[in-house]
């Protein structure tokens, strides 16, 4: 059995992991931390796990979670970082599910998270943990940077025409919805029902720290430089991300949409957790609340060469912890799929 621990458990991501991986067959959970709710049972807080997960709160000490094979850190953007050193000189395997190792780029980083990092010389070591490109780098990773919920989606929605170089990078658009879930636990004003319910808005407009995420990925996966336009909206319900992308075909493509429909069903026949519909569906974020799948279709409008891909995952799933889940079977040799065939909950 591999003994997992997961340092800062009292947000969504945490309660989605306690979740996920209470019955997750080759798993015990071992620690479980929380400086705040220190020696409080785990079930007290999440009763949703009562009966699966006898265990207390301890503190996020190495001495603690040494017992363990591997560590979750689903802990805000900073958190990781300042305690990753001492991890991975203890030859842990950690799995990041902030932002902290995502980007290449130090000064980036910085830039869009407005602090200094904590341990820049990890950055190279981490593996961007998005298992449908980095597969066999997963496999040999000691330190997986988890992807942000609406970089996987966007990200699996443009590959399999930007790998084959068919797309006009100069203008990609990704028009992104999420559930207030994505926001976090912490208690915010915005986040209010009175405040959001029945609301619609755009936010992060002017510029979101996935977007250099997302392009540093992207332009790796196209060899080319992208011009992408990201805006995300916050809508009244709990969990998903509805994206709809829009780009243009290169004018020598000379693809049908029966083409591109055939180029998303060959990229994905293989990947567990990318479900490509049929051309012209319409994936509804219901279709995917509580599982680890990701579902795709595509689209074109008469005299048009521009190509819409509307995808769609659970932000706290495939966007979070069960990706970080995958990551974890992948890096043991384990059957990817162990922990994660949760058929969606609908309604």
Known sequence: MIKAGIVGATGYTGSELLRLLALHPEVEISVVTSRTEKGRPVAAMFPHVRGHIDLAFTDPSVKELAVCDVIFFATPHGVAQSMMAEFIDSGLKTIDLSGDFRLNDVDIWEHWYDQKHACPELIEQAVYGLPEINREKIKEAKLIACPGCFPTVIQLGFLPLLEKKLIDTRRMIADAKTGTSGGGRAAKVGMLLSECSDSFKAYGVSG????????????????????LTFVPHLVPMIRGIEATLYFELKEDAGLSLADVQAIYEQRYENEPFVDVMPSGSLPETRSVKGSNMCRIAVHQQPGSQMIIVTAVIDNLVKGSSGQAIQNMNIMFGLDELLGLEQVALMP
């Not at 996935?210 to 196209?222: K, T, Y």
Request: proline content about 5%.
């Open 208 to 227: 979101h720290r996935h977007l250099p995420e997302m392009q540093q990925i992207l332009s790796e996966a196209g060899n080319a430089d992208i011009g």
